[in-house]
């Protein structure tokens, strides 16, 4: 497959094949196409943010084989063979959230809620490998993605909320 361009060149689609949040995707993708782009404009997973678009923000934050990555600097080709979980397969089921999800309902940290995809995303990587962390390791696991509303403190409490519901 191959896309026409403005100065009447083409450009070659590539097969890929990602597993994002359980479910195979097969699709013919432009190879410039980045992962974040392929994930809200080609499956309509538009819960991934795109931010400043430099990896900067980590509003585009997703889990790569269960690790975060910044959706907006690397391309879908790459993603090729992969597993991808969006902010849309955190939770176990549709209509349900997870400790997490819930706490920051519980604790307002949502703010505006333009980073809370990425937060969440950030959070998430955290806890999976560390079940119940110290308010300092969760500090340092979102120091690399912006809140506009400046509401970290929010965040914070919301990860220890939910990690200490789970050690009680």
């Not at 500090?139 to 929010?154: L, V």
């Amino acid at each position: 497959m191959s896309t026409p361009t403005s100065n009447n060149t083409r450009i070659d689609k590539k097969p890929i094949q990602i597993q994002v949040n359980g479910v195979m995707q097969q699709r013919h993708v432009e190879p410039r196409t980045s992962l974040v782009d392929f994930l809200r404009d080609e499956l309509g997973l538009t819960g991934t943010h795109v931010g400043c678009e430099h990896g900067v923000c980590g509003a585009c934050t997703v889990m790569l084989n269960d690790e975060p990555v910044r959706s907006c600097c690397m391309f879908a080709v790459q993603a090729d063979d992969m597993r991808v979980t969006t902010v849309e397969g955190l939770a176990p089921e549709r209509g349900v959230m997870t400790k997490i999800q819930d706490a920051f309902c519980e604790k307002h940290a949502l703010q505006c809620g333009y980073c809370t995809p990425g937060m969440l995303m950030a959070c998430h990587a955290l806890v999976a490998h560390t079940p119940h962390p110290t308010e300092d390791q969760v500090r340092d696991a979102i120091s690399s993605n912006i809140c506009r509303c400046t509401g970290y403190q929010q965040i914070v409490d919301a990860v220890m909320y939910a990690t200490q519901v789970e050690k009680k």
